[in-house]
Every structure is written in structure tokens, then in C-alpha cells.
């Protein structure tokens, strides 16, 4: 399993072979950057063929450019730009994913779920083991997010880029980016409540909003005003009054302090999600025909 920050080490280590302009090292660096772009690309396109396809096409573009990356960073942002963009174009879609913008509101619990989560008891995030049944489970939520939501799970929650670094790749504001994230983490904790809860229960086409008079009769509003926040909160991006503010709210609400754990324990299984490997064979062979393209260049 590779972590968001070996997945940050193998471009610096692929920066670093670059620049010593050596045959041995320039296909290193090419296997380096291959497993970046496949495993960044399974995690956006959900299907090998899509992420196998993309991976070529992605190398093949940077192969003019590659000398030109002075920074390890520079090169990270321009890789999954390119990626993402053609991961988002690739002919095969789930068909539950919800056509339509995610709301805050129907991405909340209601009385029914809050009680439920209280009742099970806290959620250590820091002893969770991603299993593989879980990992598949997983992915298959992923795929089931709109793709303007998927894009921003992954690369901050999978990948572990910055909010800043995020919003220069699909072009977001930081505000705009955490909006997204917060929503999209909310999603992916609802479907996998609903799966550990009811296991055999079939896929749903959609989230569908409840209407504001149920939700409202549902949850209470103390609760609601701060659910939005949730995830600012967990990332330490609150200032302080409104940060006190949600925690005397959680000190005083089991509920809400349930569900905050079950959020974050989802977080940490988006952080732990194991890396998805290419076909070594079809690698190999496609780094060959990369490295003969760069000596015709030269």
C-alpha cells in the first residue's frame, strides 16, 4: 500500500533520476511516474482499461516536457491535470452516479441515524485496517460520486494534495474546493453507513433530497447549523471562536460526536485505500516504446 506521501516521494525520487539524464535512470523515473498516473487514474476512471489507456496517453504527452519540470510539484500538478482531464472524458460512467448536484441537506443523518450512531458506540479511526472486501466497497462508493465531486475527493483525501494544489488542477477556488470535499466525504460516509448497516440491500440510482419539512422534523436544527463545518473542523481550518463554538455543540451532543467519528473514520479509510498496480508486462513494453520515442527526439 502506497500513502499520500509515497506518492509524493516516487515524483521526487522521478524528478531527481530526470536530471541525471541517464538511460537506467530515465526508465526508473518513467516506472516511477507510471504507477503515479495508473494509480491516480484508477481512482478517477474506476475501470483498468480507462486507467491503462490514460497512463500511455499522459507519458506520451510529457515527453517533450519532461526536462523542463524543475520542481517535483510543478510536475505533480501538470500529471494529474492532464490525467483527470482524460479520465473525466472516458467513454464509461456508473450508472448510479447522481446526475444532479449534491446537497448539504440530503447528505445529512436524520433523528433515526444520529440514535443509531450513539448507540454503536465510538469509532477509533487510528486502529481501522482497510480489508479488502472494504477496499472494494470503497472504490465502488467512489465511483458512484459526481465527477466534480470524485476529482476533489481524490486528490485530497487519496493523494493528499493541498486545497491550493487541488484548485490549481480543476481550476477551483480553495473555498469552492472545500465545499466539494466536505460534501463529497459526506456522500462516501452515508453510502458506506448504508452498506455496513444493510449489506445485501441493492444500489440506489441516486441520492433524492427529502423534503425540508421532513428533514426539518428529522434533525434538529442546533445539530444542522453545524454540519456543514464538519469538515473544516476536522482539518483545522475553523477559526477559534467558531471552532469553541462546535466543540461545546459536540460536548453536549453524543449524536453529533458519533457521527463527527464516523466521518473521520471514513476519512482515514479514504487515506489508507490501497494503490492499485499496473500490468508490470504491458508497463515494461510500453516504457520501451517511450524510451525509443525520447531517442528519435534527441
Known amino acids: 500500500m502506497l500513502s499520500c506521501g509515497a506518492m509524493r516521494k516516487e515524483i521526487e525520487q522521478a524528478v531527481a533520476l530526470l536530471e541525471k539524464n541517464d538511460p537506467r535512470a530515465l526508465e526508473q523515473a518513467l516506472e516511477l511516474l507510471q504507477g503515479t498516473v495508473f494509480s491516480f487514474s484508477m481512482k478517477v476512471c474506476g475501470q483498468r482499461e480507462d486507467a491503462e489507456d490514460t497512463m500511455q496517453e499522459v507519458l506520451l504527452k510529457a515527453l517533450p516536457y519532461l526536462p523542463k519540470f524543475e520542481s517535483p510539484r510543478a510536475l505533480l500538478v501538470w500529471f494529474y491535470k492532464v490525467a483527470k482531464n482524460r479520465c473525466l472524458m472516458s467513454r464509461r460512467r456508473s450508472k448510479f452516479a447522481p446526475k444532479q448536484a449534491m446537497s448539504l441537506d440530503e447528505l445529512m443523518p436524520d433523528r433515526h441515524e444520529l440514535s443509531r450512531l450513539?448507540?454503536?458506540?465510538?469509532?477509533?479511526?487510528?486502529t481501522l485496517a482497510i480489508r479488502s472486501q472494504q477496499a472494494r466497497r470503497l472504490r465502488e462508493v467512489i465511483q458512484e460520486l459526481p465527477p466534480q465531486y470524485r476529482i476533489i475527493l481524490v486528490l485530497r483525501d487519496m493523494e493528499g494534495l493541498t486545497d491550493e494544489e487541488a484548485g490549481d488542477?480543476?481550476?477551483l477556488r480553495p473555498g469552492n474546493v472545500r465545499v466539494r470535499l466536505h460534501r463529497a466525504r459526506l456522500f462516501?460516509?452515508?453510502k458506506l453507513a448504508r452498506l455496513n448497516h444493510h449489506p445485501g440491500a441493492p444500489k440506489k440510482a441516486a441520492l433524492r433530497p427529502r423534503p425540508a419539512t421532513a428533514t426539518s422534523e428529522k434533525r434538529p436544527a442546533s445539530c444542522k447549523a453545524l454540519f456543514a463545518q464538519l469538515s473544516n473542523y476536522l482539518d483545522e481550518q475553523l477559526d477559534d471562536s467558531l471552532c469553541e463554538k462546535?466543540?461545546?455543540?459536540?460536548d453536549g451532543c453524543e449524536p453529533c460526536k458519533a457521527f463527527l467519528a464516523s466521518l473521520e473514520s471514513t476519512i482515514e479509510l479514504l487515506r489508507q485505500a490501497p494503490a492499485e498496480s499496473f500490468n508490470k508486462v504491458a508497463g515494461a513494453k510500453l516504457r520501451r516504446e517511450l524510451l525509443a520515442q525520447i531517442h528519435g527526439l534527441s
Not at 450513539?118 to 487510528?126: F, I, L, W
Not at 462546535?246 to 459536540?250: A, G, K, V
Open 118 to 126: 450513539a448507540k454503536a458506540g465510538p469509532v477509533n479511526p487510528e
Open 169 to 171: 488542477i480543476t481550476g
Open 188 to 190: 462516501v460516509r452515508q
Open 246 to 250: 462546535l466543540q461545546q455543540h459536540l
